[in-house]
Antibody, heavy 116, light 112 residues
């Protein structure tokens, strides 16, 4: 069965960077795009961008352009999302989600806390 | 401010039928398919409806979706207590700056 397993919770200081991983299993890794979506405490879902694991091409939400980098490692079926210049407003649960037009499978989420 | 507009809350009693609306524009709902996600407290979102009105396997047929013009709706019939959750609509939005995946602000469904 499809599984997306994300890395553990992180606590970062303002200005730092965080890199969250999402390891995929149960399907052909390069056959499906991967979204990254975040959810601040008590708030709704916010799209950050999408990566094509096949060629590595990416598309980022305008809000995160210049601060986010999505990469993949086909040898380990893992996608990564790195967010830099963290501020308190970046405190959120970050999800990877498989698909393009829609996200059929989601990771369990990774809580990133930004605090001095 | 979300690109897609949903009512912040909805409610119903067990057995009732409830609908949740999602309003957009020609650049998103008007030209792309709509998906719906259910998020139970403390868990990741779950795909409920894709391509406007398709249910993934395992989703009860009590859940149905529809789309007309620049609006979409999620209907839940035979409401059950376990349906109490947050519901989000989503669609691709095609603008001059490129494409982005947009969500509604979410609707909190309470089963009274």
């Amino acid at each position: 069965q499809v599984q997306l397993v994300q890395s553990g919770a992180e606590v970062k200081k303002p200005g730092a960077s965080v890199k969250v991983s999402c390891k995929a299993s149960g399907y052909t890794f390069t056959s499906y795009y991967m979204h990254w979506v975040r959810q601040a405490p008590g708030q709704g879902l916010e799209w950050m961008g999408i990566i094509n694991p096949s060629g590595g091409s990416t598309s980022y939400a305008q809000k995160f352009q210049g601060r986010v980098t999505m990469t993949r490692d086909t040898s380990t079926s893992t996608v990564y999302m790195e967010l830099s210049s963290l501020r308190s407003e970046d405190t959120a649960v970050y999800y990877c989600a498989r698909g393009s037009d829609y996200a059929h499978s989601w990771g369990q989420g990774t809580l990133v806390t930004v605090s001095s | 401010q979300s690109v897609l507009t949903q009512p912040p809350s909805a409610s119903g009693t067990p057995g009732q039928r409830v609908t949740i609306s999602c309003s957009g524009s020609s650049s998103n709902i008007g030209s792309n398919t709509v998906n719906w996600y259910q998020q139970l407290p403390g868990t990741a979102p779950k795909l409920l409806i894709y391509s406007n009105n398709q249910r993934p396997s395992g989703v009860p047929d009590r859940f149905s979706g529809s789309k007309s013009g620049t609006s979409a709706s999620l209907a839940i019939s035979g409401l059950q207590s376990e349906d109490e959750a947050d519901y989000y609509c989503a669609a691709w939005d095609d603008s001059l700056n490129g494409s982005s995946w947009v969500f509604g602000g979410g609707t909190k469904l309470t089963v009274l």
